[in-house]
């Protein structure tokens, strides 16, 4: 037993300290000092109380450590001593109402609450073998998504979208109206404006009792910014392990990995893809493979994706695109247009959705989606009156039946709609296809 104590003294030695010895940028290098990767660190300044960093890096003899704060009033030889070895949270059911930063510390003006439990930051994958298939349908309540995007319990789906096109407000009325159990949200690098403005009016009072909020603002350190993803992903790991079926909505991945870059840059790491250092590509799966079904319960994952310039295939989209099992695209196209929600549904794929749809939903769904691609494909020649009534069955039913699917894609943002709801009517609407149809024909006839 002398035998463990001693090695795990050696490995690491108890109130391990160390002192800084220069800076550069944003990283402090601090000598004497052998604490682990993710450990956190605590700088004692001269003025301005201590300041918590943790460890990103080595170099030569030296620790690197980025700040979660301001370094001003950090010198040569500033006390450093290790405060936690293992990144960890307080998670419990009291989480659930609460809006929390990516310390994991309240920052709502409600009374303090008790967490029982404590969850790593970085557990152990999950085997692949021990994730049963997605076999059940999750009801988001947009009739867009349920009807010809149908996502399951577990599936993991990106909203691809630029800035501006109705995301926060899509995401809002996402967690009010699923039929998920719990919402987990984590707002990365959002303007500190739009946080109350998002939990007051997109999530609402409705949404935030069953949900749990995890904010890190854009002036925030990446450090920060970085750990809300990990923590809010560790959240909903708790709740899903108490059997319960979690949506986790995480706007935006870009900001995380722009965060990771600026961490990777600083410990001296080099920049590869735009400027993207290879770490980012690295953590990206990490991430989203968190979130999943197991034995015990689901996170469903929405996760944003904010395109440079509308550029859907740009370095983190196209990364993330791979992992994930969907995507929705938003289109700023229809979002100028008045067209709420701005999902392109051509553009937007469900990988799960033949599994999860029964044949007569799937059959509307590609009845619709067949004369939504055949107006695009005639559109400028409808618009500029060049088009010959006649010349193409599927056109003249698609001109037909353009209101239509046009009134069922547009939801107000207060309206909710119910799976089966959503694929009635979406039934109705190929079986008013078919009548079309055989009118049509019958008259060239």
Do not use: W
Request: glycine share 10%; charged share 25%.
């Amino acid at each position: 037993m002398l035998a463990v104590t001693d090695e795990i003294d050696r490995i690491l030695p108890f109130g391990l300290t160390g002192s800084v010895t220069r800076i550069v940028g944003l990283t402090a290098a601090v000598a004497g000092f052998p604490a682990p990767l993710g450990a956190v660190a605590r700088l004692e300044r001269d003025h301005g109380g201590p300041i918590d960093a943790e460890v990103v890096g080595f170099h030569d003899q030296e620790t690197l450590l980025l700040a979660y704060g301001d370094l001003a009033g950090i010198r040569r030889g500033t006390r450093c001593h290790l405060l936690q070895s293992t990144p960890g949270a307080r998670v419990g059911d009291a989480l659930l109402g609460r809006v929390l930063n990516a310390r994991g510390r309240f920052i709502d003006d409600k009374s303090p609450a008790v967490l029982p439990h404590r969850v790593s930051l970085h557990p152990s994958p999950i085997p692949p073998l021990s994730r049963p298939r997605i076999s059940a349908p999750l009801g988001t309540g947009v009739r867009a998504i349920d009807g010809l995007l149908t996502c399951g319990r577990g599936q993991r789906l990106g909203i691809f979208a630029g800035s501006g096109v109705g995301k926060s407000t899509l995401l809002g009325q996402i967690a009010r109206s699923t039929t998920a159990d719990i919402n987990v949200v984590v707002l990365i690098g959002e303007r500190g404006r739009e946080v109350r403005e998002f939990i007051e009016k997109d999530l609402g009072s409705e949404g935030l009792a069953r949900s749990v909020v995890i904010v890190a603002t854009g002036d925030d350190p990446a450090l920060l910014r970085l750990r809300a993803a990990y923590l809010g992903t560790s959240v909903a790991e708790y709740f899903r392990d108490q059997g319960r079926d979690v949506l986790l909505m995480m706007d935006s991945v870009t900001r995380f990995a722009l965060a990771q870059r600026e961490i990777g840059l600083a410990a001296g790491e080099p920049p590869a893809t735009r400027g993207y250092p290879p770490s980012v590509f690295a953590l990206l799966p990490r991430l989203l493979e968190r979130s999943g079904r197991t034995e015990k319960g689901s996170i469903t994952g929405f996760y944003t994706v904010l395109v440079e310039g509308d550029d859907t295939n740009e370095p983190i989209a196209d990364a993330v695109r791979g992992i994930l099992d969907g995507h929705f695209v938003l289109s700023r196209k229809l979002a100028q247009q008045g067209h709420f929600p701005a999902i392109d549904v051509l553009a937007s794929i469900s990988r799960l959705m033949s599994e999860l749809a029964k044949e007569d939903h799937r059959k509307a769904a590609q009845s619709v989606r067949q004369l939504m691609a055949a107006y695009q494909q005639s559109e400028d020649l409808i618009n500029i009156g060049a088009y010959g009534q006649g010349s193409n069955p599927d056109t003249d039913a698609a001109i037909h039946m353009r209101k239509p699917i046009q009134s069922y894609l547009q939801q107000r943002v207060e309206e909710k709609v119910s799976l089966d709801g959503a694929k009635e009517a979406l039934v109705r609407l190929a079986v008013m296809r078919e009548g079309l149809s055989k009118r049509i024909n019958n008259e060239a006839a």
